[in-house]
């Protein structure tokens, strides 16, 4: 569903990504981990179109997508989440999951302001799917609060709803487990198995949390200084000494 | 602490002094034809030195004044209310909204032919407010240069007029189409700026168009500008004493009354209220779109609005073509108001005021930005009487506005949305 080659990002002088290759398939969580600044953010922002990769290449569902503008990327059905929470804080959630689902404006304008049957059947079902996946987070009491009110990981699983509003195929997410207490990891534990489970997304994961990686994740690649380190299933990663050594010689 | 404060008070006294002594305490008073310097009236400079007391005793208090300042808006029993239940509020909402158009609409029959001009002066601030309540408050794109727009559409009719005799009815909506493609095409140059670069970058633009009408002379009329921009007409009746344009009948004859200048005045009025109407809803029905949602997602967060599929491109043009759609509404009004136009109307200090109403309002509320027009307007006028110290006394409300209520007059308040239960 989604290859990268060979791919390089270059920073100035800084090499960020080098040769980096990774892919991923259908109904499938594939984790990436490395050390601080190994570069997998970077990765991610190639992948979803914010950084134009100097090198390599990047292919999803059979097309070419380096390079894209992000916004196409994602209408693509290629969706991420920050590894800083990104909401829009001073809408309120329902809102927040209601942009997510605005990609085609300029189809609307006259008929928003006319207030079609079509426009207003269209403005329900973005609705009712809102309403369902904050259901599905828990956050329908939250539904009118203004997003930046909640809490960190409220913030988080709204983040996740967000993404799926839009129907995606593949879900990047970076380091979703960042900052949540125990409970709250496994909760998040379960929905990402969940989302590939019942709703058929692929998901392409960076975490810090070992037990949570080593959980869900079908594969693993990781990534040093850069470069690709190892890549394969949990237990395959577990037994690697490059892997041993690069995390034990950070450590 | 209090050592610091002292020296801090006796320092901003000394600044006070320095700056006002030499402007106001000395006069120049010309003999014949030497220019000589002689000392001011005693009443100016102890008025001057009591000016210096003042400030070193507020710098010397100022915590503890500022402190109770702000204790204000906790004595204000509305800030500390409960929130009103949803349907009552929304109930509540709409009777007064109802109230104010019904009393806008007696008003002009009722108040003094001054006073009816003045308000359809605040109602064209209403719509440039509102318009730029779009760009600024919305999609929260600084644009100081937004009385180019104004006067393409002032321009546009005052043009029309002049060359090829086109009435009000028909040069509104070309003056506001025209305003919106200037306002499509300096939006394209202005799309990777944010914040201080964009700030400039449109004020240069407001400067550009003003310095273009001013030179341009054989078409504009430069600093003369432009007169006879006809009245408004109601279904081909003219308010004026005499009929202007042939196939046309005047108001006061078809109607059997006395002529009166009053019509006139009221008719503008009536005009620039429907108008400023149908501003307020349109935008009103733009916010709870998903190009409202999607100018406001871009305010908030730019990157994580792209990641989710929103074209920067288009959100930000459509905040700038709409924005400058209803200045064009606004210009051509204020032309056919004015009956005449010059680049003096359209100077950098109007896109100020503009602004200023918008944040005194609260950004992006409609409710706050319509009463901050009116204050914004009408303070000025009632100021009247210390004519040359009208400026001051604005900056000051401006300045202690924004001590007390940073936030603005009313600030916006995020819409309910009621969702169904999920089984
Ligand atoms: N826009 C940029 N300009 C210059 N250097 C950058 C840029 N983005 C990332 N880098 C550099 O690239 C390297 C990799 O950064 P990246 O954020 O991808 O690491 P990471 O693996 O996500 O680390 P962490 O686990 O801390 O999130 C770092 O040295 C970083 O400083
Ligand atoms: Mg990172």
Same mark, same amino acid.
């Given at each position: 569903?989604?290859?990268?080659?060979?791919?390089?990002?270059?920073?100035?002088?800084?090499?960020?990504?080098?040769?980096?290759?990774?892919?991923?398939?259908?109904?499938?969580?594939?984790?990436?981990?490395?050390?601080?600044?190994?570069?997998?953010?970077?990765?991610?922002?190639?992948?979803?179109?914010?950084?134009?990769?100097?090198?390599?290449?990047?292919?999803?569902?059979?097309? /070419?997508?380096?390079?894209?503008?992000?916004?196409?990327?994602?209408?693509?059905?290629?969706?991420?989440?920050?590894?800083?929470?990104?909401?829009?804080?001073?809408?309120?959630? =329902?809102?927040? *999951?209601?942009?997510?689902?605005?990609?085609?404006?300029?189809?609307?304008?006259?008929?928003?302001?006319?207030?079609?049957?079509?426009?207003?059947?269209? /403005?329900?079902?973005?609705?009712?799917?809102?309403?369902?996946?904050?259901?599905?987070?828990?956050?329908?009491?939250?539904?009118?609060?203004?997003?930046?009110?909640?809490?960190?990981?409220?913030?988080?699983?709204?983040?996740?709803?967000?993404?799926?509003?839009?129907?995606?195929? *593949?879900?990047?997410?970076?380091?979703?487990?960042?900052?949540?207490?125990?409970?709250?990891?496994?909760?998040?534990?379960?929905?990402?198995?969940? *989302?590939? /489970?019942?709703?058929?997304?692929?998901? =392409?994961?960076?975490?810090?949390?070992?037990?949570? =990686?080593?959980?869900?994740?079908?594969?693993?690649?990781?990534?040093?200084?850069?470069?690709?380190?190892?890549?394969?299933?949990?237990?395959?990663?577990?037994?690697?000494?490059?892997?041993?050594?690069?995390?034990?010689?950070?450590? | 602490?209090?050592?610091?404060?002292?020296?801090?008070?006796?320092?901003?006294?000394?600044?006070?002094?320095?700056?006002?002594?030499?402007?106001?305490?000395?006069?120049?008073?010309?003999?014949?034809?030497?220019?000589?310097?002689?000392?001011?009236?005693?009443?100016?400079?102890?008025?001057?030195?009591?000016?210096?007391?003042?400030?070193?005793?507020? %710098?010397?208090?100022?915590?503890?004044?500022?402190?109770?300042?702000? +204790?204000?808006?906790?004595?204000?029993?509305?800030?500390?209310?409960?929130?009103?239940?949803?349907?009552?509020?929304?109930?509540?909402?709409?009777?007064?909204?109802?109230?104010?158009?019904?009393?806008?609409?007696?008003?002009?029959?009722?108040?003094?032919?001054?006073?009816?001009?003045?308000?359809?002066?605040?109602?064209?601030?209403?719509?440039?407010?509102?318009?730029?309540?779009?760009?600024?408050?919305?999609?929260?794109?600084?644009?100081?240069?937004?009385?180019?727009?104004?006067?393409?559409?002032?321009?546009?009719?005052?043009?029309?007029? %002049?060359?090829?005799?086109?009435?009000?009815?028909?040069?509104?909506?070309?003056?506001?189409?025209?305003?919106?493609?200037?306002?499509?095409?300096?939006?394209?140059?202005?799309?990777?700026?944010?914040?201080?670069?964009?700030?400039?970058?449109?004020?240069?633009?407001?400067?550009?168009?003003?310095?273009?009408?001013?030179?341009?002379?054989?078409?504009?009329?430069?600093?003369?500008?432009?007169?006879?921009?006809?009245?408004?007409?109601?279904?081909?009746?003219?308010?004026?004493?005499?009929?202007?344009?042939?196939?046309?009948?005047?108001?006061?004859?078809?109607?059997?009354?006395?002529?009166?200048?009053?019509?006139?005045?009221?008719?503008?009025?009536?005009?620039?209220?429907?108008?400023?109407?149908?501003?307020?809803?349109?935008?009103?029905?733009?916010?709870?779109?998903?190009?409202?949602?999607?100018?406001?997602?871009?305010?908030?967060?730019?990157?994580?609005?792209?990641?989710?599929?929103?074209?920067?491109?288009?959100?930000?043009?459509?905040?700038?073509?709409?924005?400058?759609?209803?200045?064009?509404?606004?210009?051509?009004?204020?032309?056919?108001? +004015?009956?005449?136009?010059?680049?003096?109307?359209?100077?950098?200090?109007?896109?100020?005021?503009?602004?200023?109403?918008?944040?005194?309002?609260?950004?992006?509320?409609?409710?706050?930005?319509?009463?901050?027009?009116?204050?914004?307007?009408?303070?000025?006028?009632?100021?009247?009487?210390?004519?040359?110290?009208?400026?001051?006394?604005?900056?000051?409300?401006?300045?202690?506005?924004?001590?007390?209520?940073? %936030?603005?007059?009313?600030?916006?308040?995020?819409?309910?949305?009621?969702?169904?239960? %999920?089984?």
């Amino acid at each position: 569903m989604l290859e990268v080659q060979n791919l390089s990002m270059r920073f100035g002088g800084l090499l960020a990504v080098d040769q980096v290759s990774l892919d991923v398939r259908e109904h499938e969580i594939v984790a990436i981990i490395g050390p601080n600044g190994a570069g997998k953010t970077t990765v991610f922002n190639c992948m979803s179109g914010f950084y134009k990769p100097t090198g390599g290449k990047i292919l999803f569902k059979g097309g /070419e997508i380096q390079g894209k503008p992000d916004y196409k990327i994602s209408r693509l059905g290629l969706v991420r989440t920050f590894q800083h929470v990104r909401l829009f804080s001073r809408m309120t959630v =329902v809102e927040n *999951l209601l942009v997510a689902q605005h990609r085609h404006l300029n189809t609307n304008l006259l008929s928003g302001i006319l207030n079609t049957p079509n426009y207003r059947e269209k /403005e329900q079902k973005s609705l009712d799917r809102a309403a369902y996946w904050l259901d599905r987070v828990g956050l329908t009491d939250m539904a009118n609060r203004e997003a930046g009110n909640l809490a960190y990981g409220q913030q988080r699983r709204l983040e996740i709803a967000r993404c799926m509003v839009t129907e995606p195929e *593949l879900l990047m997410l970076d380091e979703p487990a960042a900052g949540l207490n125990p409970a709250e990891t496994k909760d998040l534990n379960q929905l990402i198995i969940s *989302l590939k /489970e019942d709703y058929n997304v692929s998901v =392409v994961l960076i975490e810090h949390d070992m037990s949570l =990686v080593m959980d869900i994740s079908d594969r693993i690649n990781v990534i040093n200084q850069g470069r690709p380190l190892a890549s394969g299933t949990p237990d395959e990663i577990r037994r690697n000494d490059d892997v041993i050594k690069a995390y034990l010689g950070e450590a | 602490m209090a050592a610091h404060n002292l020296k801090h008070a006796l320092f901003c006294a000394i600044v006070t002094l320095i700056i006002s002594y030499p402007i106001l305490g000395f006069n120049l008073a010309s003999e014949g034809t030497t220019v000589t310097l002689e000392g001011a009236k005693t009443s100016t400079v102890v008025g001057v030195l009591l000016a210096a007391v003042i400030v070193f005793l507020f %710098q010397l208090f100022r915590d503890t004044l500022m402190g109770s300042l702000r +204790q204000l808006p906790a004595v204000n029993p509305l800030t500390n209310r409960k929130p009103m239940e949803q349907s009552k509020r929304l109930k509540l909402d709409s009777v007064l909204l109802t109230l104010m158009i019904i009393g806008a609409l007696i008003w002009p029959f009722i108040a003094s032919r001054g006073a009816v001009d003045l308000s359809t002066l605040v109602l064209i601030y209403i719509m440039l407010a509102l318009g730029l309540n779009v760009v600024v408050g919305l999609a929260g794109l600084l644009d100081l240069g937004y009385v180019a727009f104004y006067a393409v559409g002032a321009y546009t009719f005052a043009l029309l007029s %002049q060359y090829y005799g086109v009435s009000f009815w028909f040069a509104l909506p070309i003056g506001a189409l025209l305003a919106a493609l200037f306002g499509l095409v300096l939006g394209f140059p202005v799309l990777r700026l944010r914040g201080d670069y964009l700030a400039i970058v449109t004020l240069g633009f407001g400067e550009i168009i003003r310095i273009l009408l001013n030179n341009m002379t054989n078409l504009t009329g430069g600093p003369n500008g432009i007169g006879g921009i006809p009245d408004p007409t109601l279904f081909g009746m003219e308010f004026g004493r005499r009929v202007k344009e042939e196939g046309n009948t005047s108001f006061h004859e078809t109607f059997g009354i006395a002529y009166s200048g009053e019509h006139k005045v009221i008719f503008l009025y009536l005009i620039a209220l429907v108008l400023a109407v149908i501003t307020a809803i349109a935008i009103r029905r733009l916010m709870r779109m998903p190009v409202g949602r999607a100018w406001e997602a871009l305010r908030e967060d730019e990157i994580a609005a792209k990641s989710l599929g929103l074209n920067r491109t288009a959100v930000k043009l459509s905040a700038f073509t709409i924005g400058a759609f209803f200045a064009g509404f606004a210009g051509t009004v204020f032309a056919s108001k +004015q009956g005449f136009i010059s680049p003096e109307s359209f100077v950098f200090l109007e896109s100020a005021i503009i602004l200023a109403i918008v944040v005194l309002g609260g950004m992006g509320s409609q409710m706050g930005v319509i009463l901050a027009a009116i204050a914004v307007t009408i303070l000025p006028e009632l100021a009247r009487e210390f004519s040359e110290y009208r400026m001051l006394i604005f900056g000051a409300a401006m300045v202690l506005m924004m001590v007390w209520r940073p %936030q603005g007059l009313l600030p916006m308040r995020r819409i309910h949305i009621e969702l169904k239960k %999920q089984e």
